[in-house]
């Protein structure tokens, strides 16, 4: 199994604020089978950017996915006031597909 | 616009089975290429993928539920569906259903307690 660290737990930061969220896995990811998802309190996970890079219909241009191999990045350039959420990453190359704990993106 | 939409028990008690329902709406559920999965989220806790089925009705499971787990489709019904048996408090959680990765269920909270 595929193991997802993120880091780091929390993250506190100002609105125009520039957030680096990172995940690293236990072994390499093949292909670009990577995803971030932003969740909000009540909701169910949104699905911001998948293979990597690509960002899902619909989300702003602010987030931008990265990475290969075992580390991934997932970057808001300026940090909205609707940022302040929970994000998970996730692999879906191997079984059983796995998630990150989370990082805490709130208000400082 | 897929819509998807969790539907059953909130209520379960130890040891039996969880029966869990996805409506899909807005695409034929036997069309396209597509995974449907069943993912849960215990309180204050993160996201833990049970299994999927593929528009082949061909099947994957996470081994951590030490072979629990089914779902199954009915197209007839634009629905899949998932069975855990042997519930312990342990599988208390909000239960997603989603397709591929983009499309969630609103989720819905089963709690196993006698």
């Known amino acids: 199994e595929i193991v997802l660290t993120q880091s780091p737990g929390t993250l506190s930061l100002s609105p125009g604020e520039r957030a680096t969220l990172s995940c690293r896995a236990s072994?390499?990811?093949?292909?670009?089978?990577f995803a971030w998802y932003q969740q909000k309190p009540g909701q169910a996970p949104r699905l911001l950017v998948q293979g990597v890079s690509s960002r899902a219909t619909g989300i702003p241009d602010r987030f931008s996915g990265s990475g290969s191999g075992t580390d991934f990045i997932l970057t808001i350039s300026r940090l909205e006031p609707e940022d302040f959420a929970v994000y998970y990453c996730?692999?879906?190359?191997?079984?059983?597909?796995?998630f990150g704990g989370g990082t805490k993106v709130e208000i400082k | 616009q897929v819509q998807l939409q969790e539907s059953g028990p909130g209520l379960v008690k130890p040891s039996q089975t969880l029966s869990l329902t996805c409506t899909v709406s807005g695409g034929s559920i036997s069309s396209g290429s597509f995974f449907y999965n069943w993912i849960r989220q215990p309180a204050g806790k993160g996201l833990e993928w049970i299994g999927r089925?593929?528009?082949?009705?061909?099947?994957l499971y996470n081994p951590s539920l030490d072979g629990r787990v089914t779902i199954s489709v009915d197209t007839s019904k634009n629905q899949f569906s998932l069975q855990l048996s042997s519930v312990t408090a342990a599988d208390t959680a909000v239960y997603y259903c989603v397709r591929d990765r983009e499309h969630w269920g609103q989720g819905t909270l089963v709690t196993v307690s006698s």
């Open positions: 072994q390499s990811v093949s292909g670009t089978y």
């Open positions: 089925i593929y528009t082949s009705g061909n099947t």
């Open positions: 996730h692999q879906y190359a191997l079984s059983p597909l796995t």
